[in-house]
């Protein structure tokens, strides 16, 4: 007889009767404050085809995904997170939607590269997006109504922290770099964020064939293999790597486009632009004096200050909507870790919670729909993290003993 227990997988859990009434009371109230704002529910299939998820989720998310072929011979994956999939219900329905097109949604998501530290790899989503809806009062729309569900579950004293991708963007173009280049920095801000220099970076752009080498030769990576390079690339270049284009392989775009980009990025440039960027991912606090010391930035640099205005606007409509000043970080360090990010991004904090951990957070993809098959339309939205929602609804030493 075969008396081995069958065991819970790692990084998986259980919730008994109270845990489990609890959970859904709090998912209860989260989905009632969406409801009450006008944003409906729809209900998304927990697998989708992979691809829905590597078109544009960037390595991070994909490197989690719970990939696998169905019966059919169909590559497909449990979703990692709910944006796509309500996307791609927006992209099948599109004609029918009245814009601007409120939805919203909650349901288990999946991520293998989760599991340290006390996290779990099944975890629940509650979130919504606004969908066709532009400019900084959608951005501020969200934001406040993510704020306002955790003030009706009873958790005070969040920290919005809050970044712009697009602002970045734009900042960088000043210098005049190739797609690839930019991208390659914009991909970056984590690793600037916490302390990585322009000259390493450098030394990893010219590793993955990016930038010229220092002496104008081609480096070692002339001829790149696409299995060592092509991570990086089809990150950096979303949906220009989904698939091949008339003869050429993967791999030969991918080695066409690091020659090209390697052509046009120099070395001096290339530092220069990254030295810039490290300076500027490292500011963080309230947001006028962060702009006040990102304008002396881009003084100092030669760098046209105007992008920066947006985030003037988007801190207006802040204000219009009541969000308390004191709670709002500015951080041009923060980048979140999905690709599909154009805009604003933003997370929900805690003191008290595990480092690094949140209570949920969001952001603007401009473009993602249009990447999706889509008509081009603009498109922000968030999720609670429901597990870290629970915790901090619980008593605070309860969520200082968790680790994250």
Not at 46 to 55: D, G, K, N, Q, W
Not at 98 to 127: E, H, K, N, S
Not at 156 to 174: A, E, M, N, P, Y
Not at 347 to 359: H, I, K, R
Request: aromatic share 6%; hydrophobic share 40%.
């Amino acid at each position: 007889m075969n008396d081995r227990r069958i065991q819970r997988l790692p990084a998986m859990r259980d919730l008994g009767p109270a845990e489990h009434a609890a959970a859904v009371r709090l998912a209860e109230t989260l989905s009632r404050t969406l409801d009450e704002v006008g944003f409906q529910p729809v209900s998304t299939p927990l697998v989708e085809e992979t691809e829905l998820f590597t078109r544009k989720g960037g390595v991070e998310l994909t490197g989690s995904l719970y990939a696998f072929t169905d019966p059919g011979g169909r590559r497909v994956s449990l979703r990692p997170e709910f944006t796509s999939s309500v996307i791609r219900y927006v992209v099948q329905n599109q004609d029918a939607l009245t814009m601007p097109a409120r939805l919203r949604y909650q349901g288990p998501v999946f991520r293998y590269g989760r599991g340290d530290g006390g996290t779990y790899r099944q975890y629940t989503q509650v979130g919504g997006e606004l969908i066709g809806a532009a400019g900084p009062d959608a951005d501020a729309e969200v934001v406040s109504v993510a704020v306002s569900g955790l003030a009706r579950a009873g958790i005070s004293g969040v920290s919005v922290r809050i970044g712009h991708l697009g602002v970045l963007t734009s900042l960088l173009r000043h210098f005049a770099l190739s797609p690839p280049a930019e991208r390659f920095i914009i991909s970056s801000v984590h690793m600037l964020h916490e302390g990585l220099d322009a000259a390493s970076l450098l030394s990893q752009a010219q590793e993955a064939g990016l930038v010229q080498s220092g002496n104008g030769a081609a480096p070692a990576t002339a001829a790149p293999d696409a299995a060592s390079v092509g991570d990086l690339l089809r990150d950096t270049l979303g949906d220009a790597m989904a698939k091949p284009v008339g003869r050429r392989t993967t791999e030969e775009i991918l080695a066409r486009l690091l020659r090209k980009s390697r052509e046009a990025n120099d070395p001096a440039r290339f530092t220069e632009a990254a030295d810039f960027f490290a300076k500027l991912v490292r500011l963080n606090g309230k947001p006028a004096d962060v702009l006040k010391r990102a304008r002396a930035l881009c003084s100092g640099a030669g760098v046209g200050a105007h992008p920066l205005d947006e985030l003037d606007a988007l801190v207006k409509a802040f204000a219009a909507r009541k969000l308390n000043g004191d709670s709002i970080r500015l951080d041009f360090g923060l980048a979140r870790g999905i690709a599909y990010y154009t805009g604003l991004v933003f997370e929900l904090t805690l003191p008290q919670l595990p480092a690094g951990a949140s209570l949920g957070g969001g952001g603007r993809y401009d473009g993602l729909i249009e990447t999706l098959g889509g008509k081009d339309c603009a498109a922000l939205g968030f999720a609670y993290d429901l597990d870290y929602v629970l915790l901090a609804a619980e008593k605070p030493t309860k969520a200082k003993a968790k680790k994250g």
